[in-house]
C-alpha cells in the first residue's frame, strides 16, 4: 500500500488549494464582456483603465525592486528604514495613478469617446497647414501658435523661479511630408 506523506512538502498543498480557489473563481471577463459602466463602456473609458493598471503595476516593480535593494542592508534598523521608504513612495506613486485616471476619465467627458481609427495624424486625406502661411492665409491656434518669432516665457515652482523660454524660429523642417515649425526651448 502507498502512503503518501502530506506533511513532507506543505508547500504543494498549499499551491493547490491556491489553484483550486482561483479556478472556482471563474474566468475574468474581458473589457468588452464586463457590463457598460462609466469606467469601461467607451474605448477612452477603457483605455484610461488600462493605463491606470498599467501606472499600478509599475509602482509596484519599483517597490519590489527598492525591497529587494533594502534585503542588502546589513543593519536591521536602516533595513527597516529603507522597506518604509519603498512603501511610502510606493504610496506616492499610487497617489498619482489615480491623480492621472482621474485626469484621463475627465479628458475623455470633454473630448467625447470616440476612437481614433485611423490615426487621424496618419491621415493622408487630412491637409496640413504650411507653418508659414501663419497667421496671413490660416488663424493662429490659440492654444499652441505656431507662428514665425512668437515667443513665450512659462514660470513655475514654488517662488516661480523656474524659467522657461520658447521661441518659435522662421525655420521650418519637413518631416514625412509635412512641413513643420522649428520651436527651440530655454531651460
Same mark, same amino acid.
Given at each position: 500500500?502507498?502512503?503518501?506523506?502530506?506533511?513532507?512538502?506543505?508547500?504543494?498543498?498549499?499551491?493547490?488549494?491556491?489553484?483550486?480557489?482561483? /479556478?472556482?473563481?471563474? %474566468?475574468?471577463?474581458?473589457?468588452? &464582456? +464586463?457590463?457598460?459602466?462609466? !469606467?469601461?463602456?467607451?474605448?477612452?473609458?477603457?483605455?484610461?483603465?488600462?493605463?491606470?493598471?498599467?501606472?499600478?503595476?509599475?509602482?509596484?516593480?519599483?517597490?519590489?525592486?527598492?525591497?529587494?535593494?533594502?534585503?542588502?542592508?546589513?543593519?536591521?534598523?536602516?533595513?527597516?528604514?529603507?522597506?518604509? /521608504?519603498?512603501?511610502? %513612495?510606493?504610496?506616492?506613486?499610487? &497617489? +498619482?495613478?489615480?491623480?492621472? !485616471?482621474?485626469?484621463?476619465?475627465?479628458?475623455?467627458?470633454?473630448?467625447?469617446?470616440?476612437?481614433?481609427?485611423?490615426?487621424?495624424?496618419?491621415?493622408?486625406?487630412?491637409?496640413?497647414?504650411?507653418?508659414?502661411?501663419?497667421?496671413?492665409?490660416?488663424?493662429?491656434?490659440?492654444?499652441?501658435?505656431?507662428?514665425?518669432?512668437?515667443?513665450?516665457?512659462?514660470?513655475?515652482?514654488?517662488?516661480?523661479?523656474?524659467?522657461?523660454?520658447?521661441?518659435?524660429?522662421?525655420?521650418?523642417?519637413?518631416?514625412?511630408?509635412?512641413?513643420?515649425?522649428?520651436?527651440?526651448?530655454?531651460?
Amino acid at each position: 500500500m502507498l502512503r503518501f506523506d502530506y506533511r513532507a512538502k506543505p508547500h504543494i498543498w498549499s499551491l493547490l488549494a491556491l489553484a483550486l480557489g482561483l /479556478a472556482s473563481l471563474g %474566468t475574468v471577463a474581458s473589457d468588452d &464582456e +464586463r457590463p457598460d459602466t462609466p !469606467s469601461n463602456s467607451t474605448p477612452c473609458g477603457r483605455t484610461a483603465l488600462r493605463m491606470h493598471q498599467a501606472c499600478w503595476t509599475d509602482a509596484h516593480e519599483e517597490f519590489l525592486v527598492a525591497g529587494a535593494n533594502c534585503l542588502n542592508i546589513s543593519s536591521g534598523s536602516a533595513r527597516r528604514n529603507c522597506d518604509r /521608504a519603498a512603501g511610502a %513612495t510606493r504610496r506616492e506613486a499610487r &497617489e +498619482r495613478c489615480s491623480a492621472q !485616471s482621474d485626469a484621463r476619465r475627465g479628458a475623455c467627458e470633454i473630448l467625447e469617446e470616440f476612437r481614433y481609427d485611423p490615426d487621424p495624424l496618419l491621415d493622408r486625406g487630412n491637409e496640413f497647414v504650411n507653418p508659414d502661411d501663419i497667421p496671413d492665409l490660416v488663424p493662429a491656434n490659440p492654444y499652441q501658435s505656431l507662428e514665425a518669432g512668437l515667443v513665450r516665457v512659462l514660470r513655475g515652482g514654488a517662488d516661480l523661479e523656474e524659467v522657461v523660454v520658447i521661441l518659435n524660429t522662421d525655420e521650418t523642417r519637413e518631416i514625412n511630408g509635412v512641413d513643420c515649425r522649428v520651436v527651440a526651448e530655454v531651460a
